[in-house]
């Protein structure tokens, strides 16, 4: 009878520690968000970029958008760096159905090949945008997401 009990407690102190353990490996590796302190400052953009990709190529969106935000915050004054992130970020979002974030970034990008000096950005983006945005307003639009007000059209309830 008393080995029962031991074995019995001896099974569930097993199971609350694997249990503790485990809740500990997933709460430090959840803060681990990199910032902008904790990323060094010598990184180009483009390798704060591949290590966007290496996040977005192992599931972790939180962490690729950092990133992505990074690169603005360091070189946003680029405008084709700015983009190319800010196209990013659209893209992460529409997988994330945060479908309103990204048409409105979706749209400052075609806005931006629009204005001048919008020749001199790489039209790999354009192209992807307009695609993206395309798929974003018929979302939009088929659930309704961009309410208009009755006293004016033109205003939607977000705008109010």
């Known amino acids: 009878m008393t080995k029962k ?8 102190n097993l199971i609350g520690f694997i249990t503790l353990a485990a809740a500990s490996v997933m709460l ?8 902008d302190e904790t990323v060094p400052g010598n990184l180009t953009p ?6 966007a990709q290496e996040e977005l190529d192992n599931g972790y969106l939180r962490n690729a958008l950092e990133y992505y935000k990074i690169v603005i915050k360091r070189y946003g004054s680029d405008a084709s760096i700015r983009t190319a992130a800010e196209y ?11 479908w309103l974030e990204a048409d409105d970034m979706l749209k400052a990008i ?8 919008g ?3 790489a039209p790999k983006y354009l192209v ?5 945005y395309k798929k974003t307003q018929e979302y939009i639009q088929k659930y309704n997401l961009r309410k ?6 033109e205003k939607t309830e977000e705008q109010v």
Do not use: V, W
């Open 5 to 12: 009990i031991k074995a019995r407690s001896y099974f569930f």
């Open 28 to 35: 430090f590796s959840c803060s681990s968000l990199p910032t």
């Open 46 to 51: 483009i390798e704060l970029n591949q290590r």
């Open 88 to 98: 990013e970020i659209a893209h992460i979002y529409i997988t994330q159905n945060k």
């Open 110 to 117: 075609i806005d931006r090949y629009e204005m001048a000096g």
């Open 119 to 121: 020749a001199g950005l």
């Open 128 to 132: 992807l945008a307009r695609k993206d």
């Open 148 to 153: 208009t007000t009755k006293d004016n059209p």
